[in-house]
Nanobody, 122 residues
Framework: QVQLVESGGGLVQAGGSLRLSCTASGRTKNTMAWFRQPPGKEREFVAVMNYVGGSNVADSMKGRFTVSRGNAKNTLNLQMNSLKPEDTAVYYC??????????????????WGQGTQVTVSS
């Protein structure tokens, strides 16, 4: 079993940056991803990185968001630059048992964190 704890959310002005981190305890040989849920909208894929370093970022966020994992592979980071008001959402960390996946499908992930709020003011 794995537990996920997110950190790093907060309030930032448009054009600013934030770095989110997700720390996994328990099973760490996995694929980890970030999703977000804007107010009144469905959850959407943000970025993923698997255990061997394969990664993907949603097209609408490429060039602004970067995903990485710590050396111990139990931390997933999301560097968010040039933030826009439409990036306002609750950001969730998720984990899958797969080692090599880069899936963007929420149903493929069996463990979720509690979420961290990111608010971008205009």
């Amino acid at each position: 079993q794995v537990q996920l704890v997110e950190s790093g959310g907060g309030l930032v002005q448009a054009g600013g940056s934030l770095r989110l981190s997700c720390t996994a305890s328990g099973r760490t040989k996995n694929t980890m991803a970030w999703f977000r849920q804007p107010p009144g909208k469905e959850r959407e894929f943000v970025a993923v990185m698997n255990y061997v370093g394969g990664s993907n970022v949603a097209d609408s966020m490429k060039g602004r968001f970067t995903v990485s994992r710590g050396n111990a592979k139990n931390t997933l980071n999301l560097q968010m630059n040039s933030l826009k008001p439409e990036d306002t959402a609750v950001y969730y960390c998720a984990a899958s048992r797969a080692y090599y996946s880069t899936t963007s499908v929420p149903g493929s992930y069996d463990t979720w964190g509690q979420g961290t709020q990111v608010t971008v003011s205009s």
